[in-house]
């Protein structure tokens, strides 16, 4: 993801805004709001895990290019992350949050590819971490990054 212009000039309002001691810094119990300013909504964890991101030693301060990193890396993250989750709900037929052994081979049927009961017991058995038989949206991405 790249940044246009007007929004790198909306993100030094925003920062400077925030940055009371006009050093380049923002105190980073603010970083929630900064995020709400400029227009990016992201859970609490999701905050919670960019605040560890931008501020790795724990100084309580972040400056703007360690900041746009880190939201770079969120919003590609996101991105990722809703493309895997697509597919896994083509997968997850009935919502579960789970694969069962009968929605994966009922999927791959959708798409055009039969597979045996072995075969998608083979893929679930493989994917299934905690082994409780089907296969999590976690698993599922390790699954296919391992396989990318
Ligand atoms: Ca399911």
Known sequence: MDFEQDQI????????????SGKGKVA????????????QTLSHSEVAEMMKEVDKDNRGYF???TFLSALINMTNRKQV???FKAVFDEFD???????STSEFRKAMKRMGEK???????????????????????DEFVKTMANKM
Do not use: C, M, W
């Not at 037929?93 to 694969?99: A, L």
């Open 93 to 99: 037929r009935d919502g579960s949050g789970y694969i």
């Open 63 to 65: 400056d703007l290019p």
């Open 28 to 39: 980073t119990r603010h970083l929630g709001q900064v995020l709400e300013e400029i227009g």
């Open 115 to 137: 597979i045996s009961k072995k075969e998608a017991e083979d893929f679930v058995r493989a994917a299934d971490e905690s082994g409780d038989g089907k296969v999590s949206f």
């Open 9 to 20: 000039d909306l993100l030094n309002l925003v920062f400077s805004k925030f940055d009371k």
């Open 81 to 83: 992350e809703e493309a």
